[in-house]
């Protein structure tokens, strides 16, 4: 649980200097709010905005994904936190291009409330027509009849990738929010937890695992997951996550995916490959084409050990702006 920090109760707003010092042609920070984080390129006049945020900790997202084809700007919370309403809304008010502006979030409770607060005062203040996608893809978190209530985990990175596209791409807002939710739909994401993680102010782990188990479905923030077991071998504990998603979201043969193989802050890419290694066997055992993958840290939760796999079905739409470049400080496709 060691950490190198100096005042735990300053680490967001160091971390967030420190960010923007590192990566002056991708980002600026807002001088109205400390935890509003926008491009830094200037941005064309109607180009429908796409704003992005939530807690600290989860590294490369939220503030990673801020460039050239994916968010416009980011609103920064506290570690595991919700941002507050302001600097959502003074990040919206800048990136406004006349067309309105999009928010892409996880469906937790805090980023609810404080995104829907800022939602309103952007039209009431400023006039700024708001499009919502809430992020559902943790199969884990609530059954399929009732996936509304299902949290939002590693597959936000998709929805993002693709709503940034088609921002860039000239969607109007009506259009944006109708895409980000399609693939939305079209994506689901299950994790194993390993090991726990410690906030900064704490030291503490955030939730207890014996050395020889596993927890499957475990939560980004460590919300119960659904079983705990004995750790079991990468291709055992993948198929069961695979199977899981293909399950509540089945995929036909000859259809097209996209893989995320996403790992949770102290797994190593040795173990990320291994479980893609499974992954692939798998779709090609079902004729699933895969059009593209993704292996890496993409949405952590600070030091935890597990990983998590996100599936997303394409149509030739989707493809098309998964496929689109992007260049962000934490994130690069050509």
Known sequence: ???LINNPNHVVDEMISGYIKAHPNHV????ENKRSIVTAKPTIEGKVGVLIGGGSGHEPAFMGYVGDGMADAVAVGNIFASPPPDPILEATRVIDKGEGVLYIYGNYAGDVMNFGMAADLADLEYGIEVGTVLVTDD???APIEEKEKRRGIAGEFFITKVAGAASEKGYKLNELVSVANK???YTRSMGVGLTPCSLP???QPSFELGEDEMEIGLGHHG???VEKGKLQTADEVTERLVQ?????MPISSGEKVVVLVNGLGSTTKMELYIMFNKVNEMLKEKGINLHRSYVGDYSTSLEMGGASVSIMKLDDELAELIDHSADCPMFVQK
């Open 223 to 225: 919300e119960p997951g």
């Open 139 to 141: 199969v884990a978190s």
């Open 183 to 185: 693939a939305n739909d």
């Open 201 to 203: 102010q704490t030291g």
């Open 28 to 31: 600026k920070l807002l001088e």
């Open 244 to 248: 899981d998603i293909l399950t509540d």
């Open 1 to 3: 649980m060691k950490k």
